[in-house]
């Protein structure tokens, strides 16, 4: 099974600001990862796949980057809706997995 | 538009069974992979199963052997049979599709199951 870590658990920014997510593979996915946003009490929302490509009518401020086991989600300026639960999946190997998760908060 | 809608969630005693339905619509679930991932409170997602377009079926192993996933054609409806349900079985459980690249590009709202005696 490929582990799927993500990094910080928290990060606070204020809005405005940018924000760097991390999602490190236990091996190589290729560019098999894709990103979703969790707000409170909602499904998922998908964001990012293929490691770089957003997702139908997600914001320009969202990108995504890497390949191989590290990768990285940017918000380059946080909106207020951005505040979120942010989730990175690998689909390279079966059984897919999730990263468990970093939780944008307001500073 | 794509609409997916699960029912089927509440309070099952631990060794008992449950099935989830998927009613989905805007789209045929025959020609698109479809999954149940699932989240435990407080907790982060897991994929649980899929089913291919072409009628491949996967498990994660936590689940395999004790649910099975499945579609109706001509209810466009996607199904988990969960049988031999545990305590760490509880979660909202998602279905949700894509067109074949193991990513979930739409999700339903989600159904809670609750094991517990």
Do not use: H
């Not at chain 1, 979120?84 to 908060?105: D, H, I, M, R």
């Not at chain 2, 699932?38 to 899929?50: F, H, I, M, N």
């Amino acid at each position: 099974e490929v582990g799927v870590t993500q990094s910080p658990a928290t990060l606070s920014v204020s809005p405005g600001e940018r924000a760097t997510l991390s999602c490190r593979a236990s091996q190589s996915v290729s560019s098999k990862l894709a990103w979703y946003q969790q707000k409170p009490g909602q499904a998922p929302r998908l964001l990012i796949y293929g490691a770089s490509t957003r997702a139908t009518g997600l914001p320009a401020r969202f990108s995504g980057s890497g390949s191989g086991t590290e990768f990285t989600l940017t918000i380059s300026s946080l909106q207020s809706e951005d505040f979120a639960v942010y989730y990175c999946q690998q689909y390279s190997n079966w059984p897919l997995t999730f990263g468990g998760g970093t939780k944008v908060e307001i500073k | 538009e794509v609409q997916l809608v699960e029912t089927g969630g509440g309070l099952i005693q631990p060794g008992g069974s449950l099935r989830l339905s998927c009613a989905a619509s805007g789209f045929t679930v025959s020609s698109n992979y479809m999954s149940w991932v699932r989240q435990a409170p407080g907790k982060g997602l897991e994929w649980v199963s899929l089913v291919s377009s072409g009628g491949n079926t996967y498990y994660a192993e936590s689940v395999r052997g004790r649910f099975t996933i499945s579609r109706d054609t001509s209810e466009n409806t996607l199904y988990l049979q969960m049988n031999s349900l545990r305590a760490d079985d509880t979660a909202v459980y998602y279905c949700a599709t894509d067109r074949g690249l193991l990513i979930f590009s739409d999700w339903g709202q989600g159904t809670l199951i609750t094991v517990s005696s």
